[in-house]
């Protein structure tokens, strides 16, 4: 499986953005989808992640600096998992990556090793 995240920019706080993660390869009928970031001289650390089947959402999960300002969705139809980020913060800079967990019966974790398949990473920045 090969991911692509795309929709990263530069906004002003305050402003949105919505990532796109699209999946290609062979058909996958139940996994997890997150989204990681890492800003720079920081580690890597878990945003929010989506369990699906072939038809719908199962469950999200998001990390607590979220504070309900961001909604990860995903279009069966496109096999596109999406983060939509509202109110961001400069604090919120960093590179973005989707990655997927394809075993079937995992739940969500927020723990980058068991992610099997990672996107290239998109840049997001939140000026002040």
């Known amino acids: 499986v090969q991911l692509q995240a795309s929709g990263g920019g530069l906004v002003q706080a305050g402003g949105s953005l919505r990532l796109s993660c699209a999946a290609s390869g062979p058909t996958i009928i139940r996994a997890v989808t997150a989204w990681f970031r890492q800003a720079p001289g920081r580690e890597r650390e878990f945003v929010s992640a989506?369990?699906?089947?072939?038809?719908?959402?199962?469950?999200?999960n998001y990390a607590d600096f979220v504070e309900g300002r961001f909604t990860i969705s995903r279009d069966p139809a496109k096999n596109t998992v999406y983060l939509q980020m509202n109110n961001l913060k400069p604090e919120d800079t960093a590179v973005y990556y989707c990655a997927l967990d394809r075993n079937p019966t995992s739940p969500i974790r927020s723990t980058e090793g068991v992610y099997d398949s990672w996107g290239q990473g998109t840049q997001v920045t939140v000026s002040s």
């Open positions: 989506i369990k699906w089947n072939w038809k719908a959402a199962i469950s999200t």
